[in-house]
């Protein structure tokens, strides 16, 4: 089992920025890539970006050259930096973790973006 617990979600202005944060715990061994995906309300869940054990990191085509994915294993922490914010960005943030024994899902961070 592996536990995941975000955090820095929050209200921001449209152009401004956030960082949200990813904590796992529990099997952190079996973890082979994380990533965030984000839910708008009543949208189905979307892919935003992914990070692997080697580092190799990929985007969702909108969120390229404003949003970095990264990791910092003494703390078993991803971050996902989010830059040039837009009101599309709005949703529900989960992180999720693909490991040996399956997909796990943090209970997720509100982003608002909005004047």
């Known amino acids: 089992q592996v536990q995941l617990v975000e955090s820095g979600g929050g209200l921001v202005q449209p152009g401004g920025s956030l960082r949200l944060s990813c904590a796992a715990s529990g099997y952190i061994f079996s973890i082979r890539a994380m990533g965030w995906f984000r839910q708008a309300p009543g949208k189905q869940r979307d892919w935003v970006s992914t990070i692997t054990t080697d580092d190799s990191t990929t985007y969702t085509d909108s969120v390229k050259g404003r949003f970095t994915i990264s990791r910092d294993d003494a703390k078993n922490t991803v971050y996902l930096q989010m830059n040039s914010l837009k009101p599309e960005d709005t949703a529900v943030y989960y992180c999720?973790?693909?490991?040996?024994?399956?997909?796990?899902w943090g209970q997720g961070t509100q982003v608002t973006v909005s004047s």
């Open positions: 999720n973790a693909a490991t040996t024994y399956g997909n796990f």
